[in-house]
């Protein structure tokens, strides 16, 4: 078993903009786990940088509202809320509400640098 408490975990900077905590990655994990789970933080009126990922991903809204932009559709995110984006997806968050939006990313294959590519 692995146990991962949110007060001993640091958070790191993005590249895409966010602020991240990674909780369960095959590098962290006993279990030989093949996806990763991360918390993103982004600020009121924020959004994060238009990329792409060879990954399949899931958001799920833990707090606050954003817009999540996959290819030429965008869809409205409120607390609770989850959305699946296909690899090779060109995406971007922003944060349309007032407060911090958080939200957790399930991406599997699990993320890597080199499976993510910006495109700004």
């Not at 991962?4 to 590249?15: A, C, F, M, T």
Request: include cysteine.
């Amino acid at each position: 078993m692995s146990l991962r408490k949110n007060s001993e975990i640091d958070s790191i900077q993005g590249n895409e903009g966010t602020r991240i905590k990674q909780y369960f990655h095959p590098h962290n994990t006993l279990n030989g786990i093949n996806y990763s789970l991360a918390q993103f933080s982004l600020e009121s009126g924020k959004k994060s940088k238009l990329h792409k990922m060879n990954s399949s991903e899931i958001y799920y809204v833990l707090e606050g509202s954003g817009i999540l932009h996959i290819n030429d559709e965008s869809h409205q995110l409120e607390k609770d809320d989850s959305a699946y984006v296909p690899p090779n997806s060109k995406q971007f968050i922003e944060n349309s509400g007032t407060k911090d939006l958080r939200f957790l990313c399930i991406v599997e294959p699990a993320w890597k640098t080199e499976d993510e590519t910006l495109l700004e």
